[in-house]
T-cell receptor
Framework: DAGVTQSPTHLIKTRGQQVTLRCSPK?????VSWYQQALGQGPQFIFQ???????QRGNFPDRFSGHQFPNYSSELNVNALLLGDSALYLC??????????????FGPGTRLTVL | AQKITQTQPGMFVQEKEAVTLDCTYD???????LFWYKQPSSGEMIFLIY??????QNATEGRYSLNFQKARKSANLVISASQLGDSAMYFC??????????????FGKGITLSVRP
């Protein structure tokens, strides 16, 4: 049973560029959440996708956008990159619905460096 | 105010001994869930244990147990019989609300645990 996968593993971009990160959820999961983890900090919630729609959003600017495909995989897009966008980007998947809790399984992350 | 507080500096423990990692939280929602994750240097967040706000008993998962003190709003992780492979960052996280649709996790800043041979 494949877990959450993310690509690429590492990425180096320059300021002002755009980047797309990809995530495939764990088998049987239909909800994907994205988190940004700066060095030495805990992950910060960016947004969550369920049924191909953004269901929740954290305190991130519109430069951060996403998409979920019919097969539940997801993309995170960041436009006009800033130096401060350098971080580990984590994708987490879970089952949707109204269970009292949703255990979230995380992928290995994509480390983005902005020069 | 911070919703999840982890204030311990780097923690050290001798192999085979037990260690407690502290976590306090703040919420006005009567329904919430508390999670602990381990993050080794590879970066992947590994789920360890979960405690629901309405759970009557403290959660246990193998060598991991959660000391849940609701009135004090604390959810400390206890690792028994530490192993060298336990050396990692440990994060406490919270999900607020009963509805599973609200599954956003709020994380603390983490605690570094080093296990000495």
């Amino acid at each position: 049973d494949a877990g959450v996968t993310q690509s690429p593993t590492h990425l180096i971009k320059t300021r002002g560029q755009q980047v797309t990160l990809r995530c495939s959820p764990k088998s049987g999961h239909d909800t994907v959440s994205w988190y940004q983890q700066a060095l030495g900090q805990g992950p910060q919630f960016i947004f969550q996708y369920y049924e191909e729609e953004e269901r929740q959003r954290g305190n991130f600017p519109d430069r951060f956008s996403g998409h979920q495909f019919p097969n539940y995989s997801s993309e995170l897009n960041v436009n006009a990159l800033l130096l401060g966008d350098s971080a580990l980007y984590l994708c987490a998947s879970s089952r949707g619905g109204t269970r009292p809790y949703n255990e979230q399984f995380f992928g290995p992350g994509t480390r983005l460096t902005v020069l | 105010a911070q919703k999840i507080t982890q204030t311990q500096p780097g923690m050290f423990v001798q192999e085979k001994e037990a260690v407690t990692l502290d976590c306090t939280y703040d919420t006005s929602d009567p329904s919430y869930g508390l999670f602990w994750y381990k993050q080794p240097s590879s970066g992947e967040m590994i789920f360890l244990i979960y405690q629901g706000s309405y759970d009557q008993q403290n959660a246990t998962e193998g060598r991991y147990s959660l000391n849940f003190q609701k009135a004090r709003k604390s959810a400390n992780l206890v690792i028994s019989a530490s192993q060298l492979g336990d050396s990692a960052m440990y994060f406490c996280a919270m999900r607020e609300g009963r509805n599973g649709a609200n599954s956003k996790l709020t994380f603390g800043k983490g605690i570094t645990l080093s296990v000495r041979p």
